[in-house]
């Protein structure tokens, strides 16, 4: 059973950043790795997505440029840098293995993913 423990949430100012950890064990075989946000009253979407290797990432159009997901050398942990943090960037965030090859533009698919986290709270205030 694949097991994913989160860290890093809190709350920041505008403008402020976090990074977020992801412990993965109990893989048998690794695949994609993700993070999801979700906010009150609103449809969990997906933020980032890494492939086993790292040399492939995909981001939301909302996030680009300001958060980044990577691995450690171990590829046992899961980053999400977040930059540059807005309101609308408030929300539960969290860590997901995919359960199996994702198909081509699927990596921030929820339903690609069958193994979560507990999620972190991040707040971003005004």
């Known amino acids: 059973q694949v097991q994913l423990v989160e860290s890093g949430g809190g709350s920041v100012q505008t403008g402020g950043s976090l990074r977020l950890s992801c412990k993965a064990s109990?893989?048998?075989?690794?695949?994609?790795m993700g993070w999801f946000r979700q906010a009150p009253g609103k449809e969990r979407e997906g933020v980032a997505a890494?492939?086993?290797?790292?040399?492939?990432?995909h981001y939301a159009d909302s996030v680009k440029g300001r958060f980044t997901v990577s691995q450690d050398n171990a590829k046992t942990t899961l980053f999400l840098q977040l930059n540059s943090l807005k309101a609308e960037d408030t929300g539960m965030y969290y860590c997901?293995?995919?359960?199996?090859?994702?198909?081509?533009?699927?990596?921030?698919?929820?339903?690609?993913?069958?193994?979560w986290g507990q999620g972190t709270q991040v707040t971003v205030s005004s």
């Open positions: 997901a293995a995919a359960s199996g090859a994702i198909y081509v533009g699927r990596w921030l698919q929820d339903r690609e993913y069958n193994h």
């Open positions: 109990g893989y048998a075989s690794r695949h994609y």
């Open positions: 890494i492939s086993p290797s790292g040399s492939n990432t």
